[in-house]
Nanobody, 126 residues
């Protein structure tokens, strides 16, 4: 089993930056692809960004490219989402996800992730 706990969410103003963290415990974190997803009120969950196990591959949604960056520290069992130039459209609950089956790939498909955190709220005021 793997437990994922997100942190770092909060209320910020448009144009601000925020860094989310996801701490993993349990199974060998270093073997997993890690992803970030978000769900805004009344909307479906959507992919934000992902990173493969050794961080040589990342993938981003078009809506966040150039503004968000995913990184990881396998020694600390952690993955991060650095968000900059935030806008009200980025308001959502952000979820961290871990996928061990295809750890070598920066996964986009939510169905390929086996483990999920409970989320952290990010609210961006205009």
């Amino acid at each position: 089993q793997v437990q994922l706990v997100e942190s770092g969410g909060g209320l910020v103003q448009a144009g601000d930056s925020l860094r989310l963290s996801c701490a993993a415990s349990g199974r060998a974190f270093g073997a997993a692809a890690m992803g970030w997803f978000r769900q805004a009120p009344g909307k479906e969950r959507e992919f934000v960004g992902s990173i493969n196990w050794n961080a040589d591959q990342t993938h981003y949604a078009d809506s966040v490219k150039g503004r968000f960056a995913v990184s990881r520290d396998n020694a600390k069992n952690s993955v991060f989402l650095q968000m900059s130039n935030l806008g009200p459209e980025d308001t959502a609950v952000y979820y961290c996800a871990g996928g061990f089956k295809f750890g070598g790939v920066a996964l986009v498909d939510a169905n390929l992730y086996e483990y999920w955190g409970r989320g952290t709220q990010v609210t961006v005021s205009s």
